[in-house]
């Protein structure tokens, strides 16, 4: 296991995030059919995007293709099934728009971390972050996990669907793991919550 250091706590600062979007369409229409499945590897650079856009202004971890490669077993999409994509490849293969994402981390025997959630902005409010989670809680509880936990600075999103805020010094130390690869480190402004399930 890696040895790695809880990082200082402190008040969080939360930002507005910076206009970084590339912009999809106005407003999902009023039939949008979204529909919650696991990534693929063609979904990456688009999940990508998506996490970078909320990584510009702090409020998620960058992450590079390396991480969503090894990691895209992990990942959960939403897909706006109205609005097709027409692939660049030669295929011209039609795909959806990817609309939101998420991702379960299984850490250890009994815990998984929900990570890299993320919202497109015209997407929001639309109760896609509660159905992604709870699509993943559902994935962990077929594999026998029984309880999830998320580092976040939005803490009143992770109370509706049932988490709490957790002591650091009650958390494992298992968790402490992406820590080090945060450009917050030192200035951590996120909390630890958790949900039995
Ligand atoms: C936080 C986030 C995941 C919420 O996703 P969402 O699809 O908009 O959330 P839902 O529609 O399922 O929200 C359910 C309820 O949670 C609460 N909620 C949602 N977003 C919230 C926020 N930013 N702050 C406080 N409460 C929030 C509200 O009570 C909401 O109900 P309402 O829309 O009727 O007011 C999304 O705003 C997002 O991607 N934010 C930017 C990236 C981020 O912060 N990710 C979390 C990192 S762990």
New binding site residues.
Partial sequence: MDYVVPPPERLPVIKK?KEKFRKLVKKPKEDSRIVIQKAQIRDVEEILELING?AASN??LPRGPQYLYENIRDFVIAVDANVPVYSMTATREVMNLIV?CGSLHVLWEDIAE?RA???HPD?????????IVEFMEEEARQLGIHKLF?????E??FK?LGFNKINRKDLPPKVWGECSRCPKYFQCDEVGMVLDL
């Fill in positions: 995030p909320f409020l998620m939101a929900v959630l993320a919202i997407y929001q409010h639309l109760g896609l972050g509660s159905r998320t580092f976040t600075m939005t009143e999103f509706t």
